[in-house]
């Protein structure tokens, strides 16, 4: 915890220039004794305490809070909120950098001025370089108000973590362990499928889109159809992922992650399974996003792990190098 | 003036102009010690139009010729300050003002901004080398408040660019609504906290020498100490408010006057020119002491005068009281180079010290007023010494009527009652006038018989002339009359007190003063609006100089012995042992009790927020409303310690749905109708309610 009056301190180059100015300033005053010397060291030393005085206001009673993105990928922009909120009721807040500190992530935003009693949002630009959990630790609110001469800050504890996705990358043509059919297939019983399963003479008070109109028209009566119950294509996406490592790790990874986004787009219900993990078949976005973070997660394998489990119903499309 | 026209203006703009600002305060503060030249000021002012006008068009041209001209002046003063022509100080101040100028010329970088705010800030500390005035304060005041907006835009200007990127700040840098008077205004409040600090740390930093340094001012002519007088150049006289002595009297005049009926007598002139007078040509001898006073049979009193000249005087003159003077002591003057002024004196009795051009000259002169007596006078009769004879000199020229007017106020009376007839005449019988067109040739003739009015040198030059045909040794002498009181407790002798007046020898008296101008005339600078501001202004450079300019060590130890005498005198009081000892101790009690409250509140509200700034609370609750929250707050704990599970984000609400009591219903209704409807909601109901939810708990 870190506590609130904590502050960090630091010359800027104007701020050196300008001690050093004022400590020769001063020699010369002490040296010849003319008072109007003393004057406009006065007038230097004033400024540094005001400057100090006014740079505690600027920071104080600011709060930062940090707005991850709800994804985040390798190689993709995304934007990292910090949002700023100034809970003093009359002064505003000039001239406020927030900034990540500690963490394994470097961004910062710049605030002109935080009216009283106001908040207000800047955002970073963040390119992940690797996939993974990122985490962040403290955030940094600094000021250099109102001269510039020095940078005060205060660090807010800010711990957070930003789970960061695979590369998205085509998916290659890959060998499949047993092909399925493309599409839905269709379970031969009547059901709220596409295919046609059988006709039959229609029943008053049955919904009339249940017609199959030409049938109706060739036979001279109202003709009722029952289509076929269809299922959802099963694919699993299997990364074995035992004795991999590095770059190629990285590349199958980044393959398994296409082949799962591109089978979920397509419609399919995907199942993921990496040694010693399966992920059931699913199929939306919340499900891209649980394999995408397992895909994400997964590191080369350092105890020995059982190999991968593909689902039995599962068309399989394993990933290889 | 835009900013007063309410449009505002942009942030670069503000920022830009505060910057030239700030460098034309800085020039001021060193162009009004007079050093810098006029060439250098004119060159000032005009590349600083120029630089305005160019507006950066010509940012980056011709930077080789900068180059080679700022080189080849700094060659020159070089060379000047090597061959001893010019002061280092001086030279270095010039240069920095052409760096300046160089700086006005080129902005455009972040660089380049700092710069100018560096050589600014070079360019009053060379002021503060080479002026010591008021007005020196005045750059200073501006530059304190020039220099802090400059410096507080520069840095908002550049932390916008570095944060957005030059287009992102594009939008920003010209917007008018960041550099809004109130900003500029809260700035200048920001340079008024940074100079009362600057007073702060000004009279308590430890000095370590006794004497405050600087540079002397220049000297320059003052009216009324010119070594002649030409009567026949006449005109209108101008009025002249400057001060010229600033004087303080030990002991003070009684009654504390607002102005003093003294002579500050400088010149004696005794050669008439036939024109008008000017001075014996002696020469000085070195005055380690000066004549004793024959004896004047009254009884001596002595006055000492601690006589400050302004401005300098060319020609080093020691000004005199009524009086006889005793002695002369110089302060040490307060400069780079001190010099002490050595007293001289000629054979006409003039004082004089040299160096002349010693700067700011104090010195205290001690006078015996016990004038002899006019009975102690009479009946010395006329044997008079041959020294005497320029002093019984009568211009071959002079008018017979002259001569024949003398002789019939004073022919056959003692010499004190002939220069009393004479002296009376002339105060009674003619007037006083500034204004006197035209060129005469006899001026003496054209005073007492034409015009028969005039001003002080024609009064005073008519009655010597007048006493010398009588056989009676007069001199002509020049200085000053007056003194008008200022608000800084010193009195002012004012350029316009310019003043003459006659001294007439006698026999084991010496001379003695008389002044045939009507009194009330003397002197002259009328008391108009312009002459209360000088003297005011005058008032203010004084201050300024004791306060400021002249603080030393012993100044510094003075201001401290008297904190430590308020602290020992509170102590004392505190003590029990001065007057109001018991109120100033519940005082003190009090404000102890309400200091510490406060700072226990402070604490109290930190450690609930956690350390963290309290939330915003929206707008204020009314009486009701606060009301209708403690009831709340109240009933859910009344219901906690019933055993009754509550989140601290269970509305009122639910937690009446979840009980399913009628005395939770009625009670949240209540606090719902008061917080968000507007109903009343009186103690009495907030009892109830608390009451029937307790019973109903019970039950």
Redesign the interface.
Known sequence: MIPAWKRRLSFTRLGRWYVGLTVGIGLAAVNTGNNLLFLVLGLLLASVVVSGILSEQSLRAVEVQRRLPSTATVGQPALIGLLARNGKPRVPSFSLELRERGGEVAGSGFLVILPPRQAAEVAYRFVPKRRGLHRFEQLEVATRAPFGLFEKSRPLEAPAELVVFPRQVDAAPLAARALAREGERPLDRAGLGLEVHSLRDHRAGEDARTIHWRSSARAGRLIGVDREQEKRRRVCVVLDQRGLSGEILERRVEQAAALVTRELDAGAEVALAVAGQRLAAGSGDAHLRKALTLLALLQAATVPLPPPQPDGESAVLEVRG | MRFFAGHGVTLLQAQRWAGTLTAVFAFLACAVSGELGLPLVALFFVALLGAWFARGRLYGRGDWMWTAVLAAVMLLFAAQVFVGQLDIVVAAARFAELLLIHRLWHRGTQRDE?LLL?LS?LA??A???L??ELT?GLA?LGY?VAG?WA??L???R???E???GPQGSAA?LNSRR?ATPALLAG?AA?AT??????????FT?P???L????RPGRPSAVAGLSDHVDLARQGEIADDPRVVLRVQLDPAPRGDPSSLGFHWRAHALSRWTGQGWRAEETGMMPARTLPRRPKSGGHPATLSAEVETVGGFDDGIVLTPDGWPLSVQFRRPLS?HPVTPRLYRNAAGDLFYQPADAGDVRYVVTVDTAEPGLADLRGRGQQYPRWLAADLEVPGNLNPRVVALAKRLGAGKDPVDAALAVERWLTMALTYTRELPGEVADPISDFLFRRRAGHCELFSSAMVLMLRSLGIPARNVTGYYGGQRTDAGYYAVRAGDAHSWVEVWFPDAGYVSFDPTPPALRGGVKNTAWARMVLLWDALQQRWRVF?????LVAQAQAMQRVVELISEAGHRLAGKGGSADRLRVLLAGLGVALLAGALALWAR?VRS???????QGPALDREQRRAFRLWRRGRATLRAAGVELAPSTTPWEAARRTQLPAVVALVSAYNAARWGGSPLSRAQVRGLLRDLKTSLRS
């Open positions: 700092l560096l800030l009053l500390c002021g503060a080398s002026a010591a020196f200073f304190a802090t410096l507080a520069t840095h908002l550049f932390e916008i570095a944060g957005r920003l960041i700035l920001l906290l940074g100079l009362a600090g600057s007073a702060v740390v000004f930093f000095r370590l020498t004497r405050a340094l600087h780079a400021v300019v002249d603080y030393n930190q956690g350390g963290r700034p309290q939330k915003s």
